[in-house]
């Protein structure tokens, strides 16, 4: 199963708005409304922002949202703030059982 | 609430095997899948595998069958991650994970146990 497809990085200033596209295939995005994002902050363990496409896990800002269309999901981080910098990976169910993630893509808010 | 704390930072040889713990508390432990994923520095997750602690099925990534073992303690509330004849691209961080709230969703991790494969 091939790594789901990420661009390596993105940036944006404070209280600006970035979007971060995720794409796989027919056997994993494409296929199940099983997608995840999430945020992990050097050093430490992935934060789980986004889960089933579009919910936020309780605690999670509303400055967080995603969406799904075909093959292709996308997170997008509404008035940016500087501790949102951080490694943003994907992640979808696959017809395998399994779960395969993206490369990762790396935010920096300047 | 809810935590998972993994064993401490392991150094081997090629060749050797390595035994990574996961001790949860804070729910329970047999409600969850829990599951184990392989990080190496500036790279995205692999995904490795999923236990059930509630009735022992287990589910392993196709990169990892045959060298990965996953085992639960229900007494300990503990899971186990045994990696066997460990090549240097074995070096990585790995973690253990609660799954839920659903497929794909993992909402409390492990701290990471940093497995450093090396002659």
């Known amino acids: 199963q091939s790594a789901l497809t990420q661009p390596a990085s993105v940036s944006g200033s404070p209280g600006q708005s970035i979007t971060i596209s995720c794409t796989g295939t027919n056997s994993d995005i494409g296929a199940y409304n099983y997608v995840s994002w999430y945020q992990q902050h050097a050093g430490k363990a992935p934060k789980l922002i986004i889960y089933a496409v579009t919910n936020r896990p309780s605690g999670v800002s509303n400055r967080f949202s995603a969406s799904k269309s075909g093959n292709t999901a996308s997170l997008t981080i509404s008035g940016l703030q500087t501790e949102d910098e951080a490694d943003y990976y994907c992640g979808s169910y696959t017809s395998s059982n399994t779960v395969v993630f993206g490369g990762g893509t790396k935010l920096t808010v300047l | 609430q809810v935590q998972l704390v993994q064993s401490g930072a392991e150094v081997k040889k090629p060749g050797a095997s390595v035994k990574v713990s996961c001790k949860a508390s804070?729910?329970?432990?047999?409600?969850?899948?829990i599951i184990w994923v392989r990080q190496v520095p500036g790279q995205g997750p692999e995904w490795m595998g999923w236990i059930s602690a509630y009735n022992g099925k287990i589910h392993y990534g196709q990169t990892f069958q045959g060298r990965v073992t996953l085992t639960t303690d229900t007494s300990t509330s503990t899971a186990y991650m045994e990696v066997t004849s460990l090549r240097s691209d074995d070096t990585a961080v790995y973690f253990c994970?609660?799954?839920?709230?659903?497929?794909?969703?993992?909402?409390?991790w492990g701290q990471g146990t940093l497995v450093t494969v090396s002659s």
């Open positions: 804070g729910y329970n432990f047999g409600s969850d899948e």
């Open positions: 994970a609660r799954s839920h709230p659903g497929y794909g969703a993992y909402d409390y």
